[in-house]
């Protein structure tokens, strides 16, 4: 199944769509869900919001400055589409926004500091990866083609650095950056944490990168690992409670790291999860209401 995990204006934070309850053998969701749920971390409580116009899995959900949320990619296991929709924070109401150049799915969006957003690679339905990038502009609700990947990527992780540049990570030999100034993408000399996908990547308050579990030599991981982007080198840190993939991960106010649900080895899961950089460690917390995986954040 597939959500969205994002704050607004507030300390809220939302989920939306996907699939619900997984029950068959191949990690595909036997309902669609379309409905929203608000997470406030001060009470540690769950509760319901509005609707999206379609069902989509494997989309992305990106802040925008405004406190909107934009939505991409992606429409389920028969087809993949480059329709988009914006959340309203202020109302929990959605409406239409313009689609990207082609459709994708398990791609990235990420808001740079210009407050446009930044999407990359992913994959075409039943066509493999991409290397293409494209810029949307919220102001004129555009797209627009930027410089592609230096290699094709799908089902990655794509992070805004305090640099303004942005961080991809994969299970390939090798990370990347974009420099949103030059347009162009670099490859970084130090190797990424070891080949994983399916993973998540958080900027921590130092401004380092958390990478979050994921799929590693066809099972799941609850390694992270966490890049600094001053020395351009990674180091190992601890392992999460529950291995999983295709989950989600957000930073707190607290300057704690919340990921939530995804795929482990008992299936689709409901559990979530809090990472405390002063110790790296992992504490479970309490559940969602409903299992979700495949989510974005």
């Known amino acids: ?66 406190g909107n949320v934009l939505v991409c990619g992606s429409g389920g296991y028969t087809g993949y589409t480059a329709s988009c929709e914006i959340y309203d924070a202020s109302t929990g ?35 493999g990866a991409l290397a293409s990038c494209e810029i949307y502009d919220p102001v004129a609700d555009k797209w627009t083609p930027t410089a592609n990947m230096t ?22 030999d090798s990370s990347q950056i974009y420099d949103p100034t030059t347009k162009q993408w670099s490859t970084l000399k130090s190797m990424g944490p070891k080949a994983r996908y399916s ?14 579990a994921g799929i590693e030599l066809a099972k799941y991981s609850g390694t992270t690992d966490i890049y600094d982007p001053t020395t351009d080198e990674w180091d190992t840190v601890g392992s999460m409670v529950t291995p999983r993939s295709r989950h989600t991960s957000i930073l707190l106010n607290s300057g704690k790291v919340l990921a939530t649900g995804g795929v482990g080895d008992a299936d689709f899961l409901a559990s979530c999860e809090l990472y405390d950089p002063s110790t790296n460690k992992w504490m479970a917390i309490d559940n969602m209401t409903e299992e979700r995986s495949s989510h974005t954040t």
């Open 199 to 212: 993973t998540t990547a958080t900027t921590l308050k130092s401004n380092k990168v958390l990478v979050i």
């Open 151 to 172: 290699g094709a990527r799908s089902d990655h992780t794509a992070t805004l650095l305090s640099s303004g540049k942005v961080l991809i990570t994969s299970d390939a």
């Open 93 to 127: 109401q959605w409406h239409g926004a313009a689609s990207m150049t082609i459709p994708r799915g398990f791609h990235t969006a990420t808001l740079l500091k210009s407050g446009q957003v930044l999407v990359t690679g992913g994959s075409t339905y039943n066509n």
């Open 1 to 66: 199944m597939n959500y969205l995990l994002f704050y607004s204006l507030s300390i809220w934070i939302v989920l939306n769509g996907g699939g619900a309850r997984q029950t068959t053998n191949d990690h595909k969701p036997t309902n669609d869900l379309v409905i929203s749920e608000l997470y406030d971390p001060l009470t540690n409580q769950w509760t319901i919001s509005g609707s999206m116009s379609r069902f989509r899995l494997f989309h992305t959900a990106t802040l925008l400055n405004s």
